[in-house]
């Protein structure tokens, strides 16, 4: 009761990703607005580093932060709850179990994967966008490795240590860089009965090159890394068929029992009730101030905005998120305060994609182009800076530097999950040999009683 009679202008944000928290950062001071962000995780997600926890070199908690503890403005509160849907005519806000009134609206929900219409793929080809995620595919190999140690079979256990990666786009070509990198390098030493050395990664890209979106040259030199690192790199294979066997493209199947998706990302379904255009990937067309089409109150950002410039698509990374919700933040008090608004401009610091320990390309302004060593420098430095509090910044230092110089990496190859029925019979060469029956105690032969 006390919120409804507050008179302050009521912001509500949903996602507190790299857009949702800058706009919730950008209104913290203004002492006429009350913020509500919602989300159905607790935490902020460092999206960008996920593939480090899937591939064993951080922890889950060195790249995300609980979001109470960044947003610390009197004029903010935080709701774990899941938005269902947006009643623009009422102004309400419907999340499981109740609604929330608003006066602005910013939705920064983010994206999900997206199977080119073959659901069913999901349940043996999962994605990467959440910690759940993350945790779920580093279970997913690490079992894989200990399934080969006990297979019997050499044609299942080859199976066993063949990964698929599909899309190589940044998230695919970062996870196959990562994967074989470990494998060579992290785990020979944990296992008796396989090399893990031999273990496969094959990249699947359905279009001519990979990180299509970057220059030729850098797409070129990204593609050399790979091979450096032993990953298998198939451009022009589509992919037609995924199951608990394998994978299926052209006229050609891998035989894999663990495949990994990053080809495509679809829009949060959330946008959809708002009952406005919304491009292929379910995207909403916003207006020069990121508000949806008819709707000056509702702002969309991040993942789930459709912007050009230029003629270009402004990309889906974390800097125009960032950038997106701090403009957002500052329209709407502007609005407020009945100064003039102002078009929303990206300005393109540049994008980098790491390939490997010393590897990575990347694009710096949209002019200088680089790769190798002094690509992955800038990469990590900008990581860091981006990193949500301090304790997580030196943890990623660490762990970075510890696999840095030694090739390795900390013990963080953990599986937290039963995964035991899911584990092949037991090779021949692992089970203890078997012993021979007990002898059968010999007893005394009976002498007839002595007659008297």
Do not use: C
Request: net charge positive.
């Amino acid at each position: 009761m006390e919120r409804d009679r507050d008179s302050r202008h009521h912001v509500v944000i949903v996602g507190a990703g790299f857009g949702g928290l800058q706009a919730a950062k950008a209104l913290g001071k203004a002492d006429n607005v009350r913020v509500t962000v919602v989300d159905r995780y607790n935490h902020h997600l460092f999206q960008p580093l996920l593939y480090q926890v899937a591939t064993a070199v951080l922890n889950p908690a060195d790249i995300s932060a609980p979001i109470r503890s960044v947003l610390h403005s009197r004029n903010t509160e935080v709701l774990l709850a899941e938005a269902k849907s947006v009643d623009p005519r009422r102004k309400v806000l419907i999340v499981e179990g109740g609604e929330i009134p608003y006066d602005s609206l910013v939705l920064a929900t983010g994206a999900s994967h997206s199977y080119f219409k073959h659901p069913e793929w999901a349940q043996v080809a999962p994605g990467l966008k959440t910690l759940e995620d993350a945790v779920r595919i580093r279970e997913r190999v690490l079992t894989a490795f200990e399934a080969a140690e006990r297979e019997s079979d050499p044609v299942r256990q080859r199976q066993w240590m063949t990964f698929v990666i599909i899309g190589a786009g940044p998230t695919g070509v970062e996870l196959a860089g990562a994967l074989s990198y470990m494998t060579r390098h992290a785990m020979p030493k944990d296992f008796r009965h396989i090399d893990t050395r031999e273990a496969r990664v094959v990249l699947l890209e359905g279009l001519p090159r990979v990180l299509s979106a970057y220059p030729e040259t850098l797409s070129e030199a990204a593609k050399r890394d790979l091979e450096k690192l032993h990953v298998e790199v198939r451009t022009g294979a589509l992919v037609t068929d995924i199951d608990a066997e394998g994978v299926t493209f052209g006229d050609e199947h891998i035989a894999t029992r663990t495949v990994l998706w990053g080809a495509g990302v679809a829009a949060s379904p959330l946008v959809r009730s708002l009952d406005v255009p919304l491009d292929r990937a379910g995207r909403v067309k916003v207006s020069s101030q990121l508000t949806a089409p008819g709707l000056d109150d509702v702002y969309v950002i991040g993942d789930v905005a459709a912007v050009e410039q230029n003629g270009k698509p402004v990309p889906g990374i974390a800097p125009s998120a960032m950038q997106m919700g701090r403009h957002v933040g500052k329209t709407i008090r502007d609005r407020l305060a009945g100064r003039p608004l102002k078009a929303f401009r990206y300005h393109d610091k540049g994008s980098f994609a790491v390939i490997g320990r010393g590897y990575a390309v990347g694009l710096l302004y949209d002019k200088w182009r680089m790769k190798g060593l002094p690509a992955w420098l800038v990469w990590a430095g900008v990581h860091i800076a981006y990193l949500v509090g301090f304790r997580n910044r030196a943890s990623v230092m660490l762990n970075w530097a510890y696999t840095f110089f030694t090739k390795g990496g900390r013990d963080m190859r953990l599986i937290t999950g039963n995964v035991l029925k899911r584990m092949p019979a037991l090779a021949a060469s692992t089970q203890a040999p078997a012993l021979p029956p007990p002898a059968r105690p010999e007893l005394p032969v009976s002498q007839p009683a002595p007659v008297h």
